[in-house]
């Protein structure tokens, strides 16, 4: 364990780097971005690693996975961010331990995280996740881009829904990098659309000022068109190993 936690340690110490030299470059101050360490496919062991080393946000995608470790780290002092794709079948158990959904993209979604919020007293916290390779919203829906999220023109509509529901606070809007459609290749340029749709947001939102954008291969981009949150997985944690 202790060859596991000095390379933690350093590889962290190394996302720490580029994150200070991309705030410095674009003349941020190093506290405004909050590193998110994404801890998928790991085992709670790393976890309490991180945590001995200071980290305070995990991330992770996968309920199966996350809902165990989460009660095996019960008692350190993290905040839990789900990232992925949620099915409604899965809220209840998601409820129970995240602090924060980043991936809310749809008004059924609400509606479900709402109700067991209410349910379990608590309040979570939403980020609205954003597809910026998705069409504009058909009637009676946003169109998705192919890793979920809502398109740019449904934004407002969801975040007024998120922000009257019971038990839930509407904190800002995510987004994943596209793969295809006028963003692909071109991170910065998306993000930067992204803190142009947030600019919007906060507009009717004041409070929704969280930005999440960025990740391994591409969190100077993010940092540098303003995010607040930088979700890092393989840079801090090594290439992740293959899910049978």
């Not at 165990?68 to 079948?89: E, I, R």
């Not at 059924?108 to 609205?128: D, F, H, N």
Request: glycine share 10%; net charge negative; proline share 4%.
């Amino acid at each position: 364990m202790t060859d596991r936690k000095d390379e933690l340690a350093a590889n962290l110490a190394k996302v720490e780097d580029r994150i200070a030299a991309a705030c410095a470059a674009a003349g941020r101050p190093r506290e405004e971005v909050t590193l998110i360490v994404v801890t998928k496919t790991y085992p709670a062991s790393d976890v309490r690693v991180l945590s001995e080393l200071g980290v305070r946000h995990v991330a992770e995608n996968r309920d199966q996975d996350a809902a165990p470790k989460a009660a095996a780290c019960s008692d350190l002092p993290l905040a839990w961010h789900f990232v992925g794709q949620l099915q409604t079948n899965k809220v209840r158990s998601v409820v129970g331990y995240a602090d924060l959904v980043q991936s809310v993209d749809r008004s059924k979604l609400v509606t479900a995280l709402s109700k067991e919020a209410v349910r379990q007293e608590r309040e979570l916290g939403c980020l609205i996740q954003v597809a910026l390779d998705a069409g504009e919203p058909a009637a009676g829906g946003g169109a998705r881009g192919e890793r979920g999220g809502v398109a740019p023109g449904g934004i407002e509509e969801l975040a007024d829904l998120v922000a009257k529901a019971p038990g839930l606070r509407l904190d800002g809007l995510m987004t994943v990098a596209p793969l295809t459609g006028e963003y692909a290749g071109r991170q910065q340029a998306a993000f930067e659309r992204l803190m142009d749709l947030s600019t919007d947001l906060r507009r009717a939102h004041p409070a929704a000022n969280m930005v999440s954008a960025g990740m391994s291969a591409d969190l100077e981009e993010a940092v540098a068109a303003g995010a607040t949150h930088v979700r890092v997985g393989t840079a801090v944690l090594g290439v992740r190993p293959r899910l049978g």
